[in-house]
């Protein structure tokens, strides 16, 4: 059978009735574009001089990374003239961007982690591209700030690109999980990785120790119970991943299994965690659970909060049904 490429991919889902609307299909392809873009600027690093720091902060209060804005403005310039926008939200800019007034506007909002995982681009580790799209309950108006707040539950659309030693998209608009695998030469995402699924049962867990003496008591719990290993309450070994990438942890979930932490801790006791809800909390529990697994803050299903703000912190379970239900259970206690 020949190759599947996302466009073919794309199409044939919009031809099955109802099941992706042409205008999402086209903002889906314009999104894959930019993210090939961003492809090729990482791996050139330096040379091409997209590595290290830009010199500014973003409204997080992290340094930026050169290659952090670069993937910035590659996602506004593919996406600010394509027409099926009213707006786009990013991780690196303070304010919402609006679709410039020579262009004409559509009605979906586009959120993004241009480069996530950007403190491994210049020891040359694995980064990604994260997105969720929305609809703009102001039709093609501009937005303001509150019409981006919507549940996670409500995406129409998630999906991230890796760039690791190959680069690969993994989407999904509410119908399974598919990823497509760059081919440079062909310059096309080939579907290589129908309906991804991750197992409910796991032996490996991820998340960053150096934190441990800030957690709070149900997290302390069920890592104290993973580490005892057999002869612990869990009666088997665990193992642990951590490579500082969401993307590169949430790919290795989606081919293998395992839970993702990033719980909230005492070093900053007002923030609910330290991942960003709307450029990855959302989309990313959006796609673990259309793959079978679910994405809790240890209190609710991700999916499930009322965002209050662009910007806001979640704590973040994911993965492996069984692990995930057991560490949102010990906060429930
Ligand atoms: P970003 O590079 O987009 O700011 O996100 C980094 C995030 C996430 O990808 C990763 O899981 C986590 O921060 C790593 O945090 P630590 O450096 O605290 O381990
Ligand atoms: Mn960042
Ligand atoms: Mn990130
Ligand atoms: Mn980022």
């Not at 939200?89 to 909002?109: F, Q, T, W």
């Not at 440079?184 to 290589?192: A, D, I, K, P």
């Amino acid at each position: 059978m020949s190759r599947i490429t996302l466009s073919r991919f794309l199409i044939e889902q919009q031809r099955k009735a109802g099941t992706l609307p042409p205008d999402l299909r086209l903002l889906i392809e314009t999104i894959a574009r930019a993210c090939k873009a961003i492809s090729f600027s990482v791996n050139k690093g330096a040379l091409a001089g997209v590595l290290g720091e830009a010199g500014t902060g973003n409204i997080q209060g992290e340094a930026q990374k050169k290659m952090d804005v670069i993937a910035n403005d590659y996602l506004l310039d593919a996406n600010e003239w394509g027409g099926n926008l009213a707006a786009m939200a990013s991780e690196e800019m303070e304010l919402p961007y609006h679709i410039p007034g020579e262009y004409p506007k559509g009605d979906y909002l586009l959120l993004f982690d241009p480069l996530d995982g950007s403190s491994n681009i210049d020891v040359n580790i694995t980064v990604g591209t994260i997105f969720s799209i929305l609809h703009n309950p102001n039709g093609n108006l501009a937005p303001r700030e509150t019409h981006f707040l919507q549940k996670g539950s409500a995406q129409v659309a998630a999906g991230y690109t890796i760039y690791g030693p190959q680069t690969m998209l993994v989407l999904t608009f509410g119908n399974g999980v598919h990823g497509f695998t760059l081919d440079r030469e062909q310059g096309s995402f080939v579907l290589t990785h129908p309906d991804m699924h991750v197992p409910a049962a796991t032996g490996e867990f991820a998340i960053n120790m150096s934190n441990q003496r800030h957690w709070e008591a149900p997290v302390k719990r069920y890592i104290d119970e993973l580490l005892a290993g057999k002869t612990g309450p869990r009666g088997r070994d665990f193992n642990m991943r951590w490579v500082a990438s969401m993307v590169a942890e949430v790919h290795r979930i989606l081919t293998r299994g395992g839970i993702f932490m990033y719980p909230r801790d005492a070093r900053e006791p007002e923030k609910p965690g330290k991942l960003r809800l709307m450029y990855e909390g959302n989309p990313m529990a959006f796609i673990i659970e259309q793959a079978g697994g679910l994405a809790t803050n240890g209190q609710q299903r991700i999916l499930d909060i009322q965002p209050t703000g662009l910007h806001e912190r979640v704590a973040v379970f994911l993965g492996s049904s069984e692990e995930v239900e057991i560490v949102t259970g010990y906060h429930q206690a």
